[in-house]
């Protein structure tokens, strides 16, 4: 593989867009963050390219240093040897690609606090069933400030693994970017939050879906399904024509599979526990 420079973007674009639910990230962080841009979600990318000079894999990684491969030739010697010397935080992508590269770079025994691999679902928004119920949603800034950030706080323990210290911190920070983005929705009943539902990738024709909570005692009544259906009714209405995400739990694929999702596969989620030197 080798470093792709921002001229090459129009084609790395053009190669991931048909294939966006498997390159959300990456296509996310280039348009917000830029190229090779100086903030930490900014990407890196590198390409591979067959005889007749096509594309044939596209590998990112953000300046904080979370990869994100889309490799479906399967080379991940290639793609290991590219990042040699890089630091990283971890590895996300689809589940054959990520757990691939992992090996190839010698990481499957590195401590980490998070990896899973968890089933992956896409919708065409018109096939979006939305469950009758009770509840409005509204939008994060009109629930209470302290009870949406410990249910972030939560979520990050809970769903992340991450440290009690690190995810109070990271609550607070994620809470702020949600607010300035607008990205998260609140289902409330008589005035009072059940559910939270986020969309953490945009574009123009297709959302990622990220950051659904239900706290414990409030499980199982079915506020989850209903928060995500009704925020992608929205997104519809905004332009958007398909959604796709990853499911953390049994109850949670049973949840998105009743509002239309249908599963195409495994996503990977593994976070160092310590950031890593990647030597291939």
């Known amino acids: 593989m080798i470093r792709a420079r921002p001229e090459d973007w129009p084609e790395i674009e053009a190669f991931l867009a048909p294939r966006a639910e498997y390159a959300m990230f990456p296509l996310n962080n280039e348009r917000f963050y830029g190229f090779d841009g100086s903030e930490p979600l900014s990407p890196h990318f590198w390409i591979a390219r067959d005889d007749a000079g096509a594309i044939t894999d596209v590998l990112s990684m953000t300046k904080k240093g979370m990869v994100m491969p889309y490799l479906p030739s399967g080379d991940f010697a290639a793609a290991a040897k590219a990042l040699s010397g890089r630091i990283a935080e971890g590895i996300i992508g689809p589940r054959d690609h990520a757990r691939g590269l992992q090996a190839a770079l010698a990481l499957c025994d590195a401590p980490v606090i998070l990896a899973d691999d968890d089933p992956h679902f896409v919708l065409d928004l018109d096939d979006l069933v939305i469950p009758d119920g009770r509840g409005e949603l509204v939008a994060l800034a009109d629930a209470d400030p302290e009870t949406m950030i410990g249910w972030r706080v939560a979520y990050s323990v809970e ?30 009943i008589d005035g009072q939050p059940v559910a939270t ?15 659904v909570y239900t706290p414990p005692p409030l499980r199982g009544c079915g506020y989850a399904r209903r928060a995500v259906a009704l925020h992608m009714a929205e997104a519809r209405q905004s332009g958007a024509t398909r959604a796709t995400l990853f499911a953390g739990s049994d109850m949670a694929a049973r949840a998105y599979e009743a509002i239309g999702f249908r599963r195409i596969g495994d996503w990977s989620i593994i976070l160092f526990k310590e950031p890593v030197t990647l030597n291939v």
């Not at 539902?197 to 950051?211: C, H």
Request: no cysteine.
């Open 159 to 188: 769903a992340i693994g991450m440290p009690a210290v690190r995810a109070e911190e990271d609550g607070r920070r994620a809470y702020h970017s949600y607010i300035e983005r607008d990205s998260h929705r609140v289902l409330m």
């Open 197 to 211: 539902t986020g969309i953490n990738a945009r574009l123009p024709q297709i959302v990622q879906v990220g950051g």
